[in-house]
Every structure is written in C-alpha cells, then in structure tokens.
C-alpha cells in the first residue's frame, strides 16, 4: 500500500509509537505507528487486533511530534486525508518557507517540500519532505 492509499482511508485511528534517524549521508526518518479502523481497538491497544505500520522518508528538512494538548486546529489549513494527511496549505510550510530558507532549498535541490501529517490519538506528527514516504505494514492481526 503506497502513502496515497493511506490517506485514502476514510476512518482510521493512529497511536505514534516513535521516530528513527539514521546517522550519516544518507539520513533516513522512519515513523513507527500502531493503527485501526477501530478506536477503540487503539484506545485499548491489544496488540493482537493493531496493525503496524512503518513510514520512512528517505529525506527530510523537518520533523516533530506535539502532544495533542498543544496542538490547535486552524480553519486555513488544506490537507488531504483523515489520519494520514498531505497538507496542501499549512502554517508550517508557510514558516518554514520564511524562518528556515525552504524556498532557496528547494530552487538549490530542483525539488518541492510537502507536509505530510499523523493524526494520532494523543499526538499530532509533522514531517516535511521532498520525496514521497514509502510505507510498510509490520503486522496485522486483525485478519
């Protein structure tokens, strides 16, 4: 299943279950989620009913994870997807573009930065990239 299909989904829960970057050149940023159609299969989290995932950016400018209480939503942004998102409009992207040379990136690079979004039930997870993520399923016990 390739990011595109995951934002597809219309109902479906995500709790973070962390990050990893790997060191060196090639610097790849892996997110770890464990995942239901079924919240309150995520709210339990009986590992034999989640499916988990794996989300890896072979290259990133950005990455964070903000605890739900600290987050906000605003009316202005435009994204794609219900847990897995794709923002087409952000407040990120727009200080990022500003604040931390994004634009002059990508002329350099040749390449276009995109905000892909997590929303998990206790934290909201940002990752901004200019390749699209390759995904994997680690298991599903659901089936």
Request: glycine share 0%.
């Given at each position: 299943m390739n990011y595109q299909?995951?934002?597809?989904?219309e109902v479906y829960h995500l709790t973070f279950q962390g990050f990893e970057q790997t060191k060196g050149a090639n610097k790849l940023l892996t997110v770890r989620f464990d995942g239901s159609p079924n919240e309150t299969d995520v709210l339990i989290g009986n590992p034999q009913t989640l499916e988990r995932w794996q989300i890896?950016?072979?290259s990133y400018a950005f990455y964070s994870a903000t605890f739900e209480d600290f987050t906000v939503a605003k009316e202005h942004e435009v994204y794609q997807g219900y847990a897995f998102r794709i923002y087409?409009?952000?407040e990120l992207m727009d200080r990022l573009r500003t604040d931390a040379n994004l634009e002059v990136q990508e002329r350099n690079r040749g390449k276009i930065y995109r905000h892909?979004?997590?929303a998990c039930m206790e934290h909201q997870v940002d990752v901004?990239?200019?390749d699209e993520p390759s995904t994997k399923m680690l298991c599903s016990y659901s089936n």
């Open positions: 299909e995951l934002v597809e989904k890896s950016f072979s087409e409009k952000s892909y979004s997590f901004v990239s200019c």
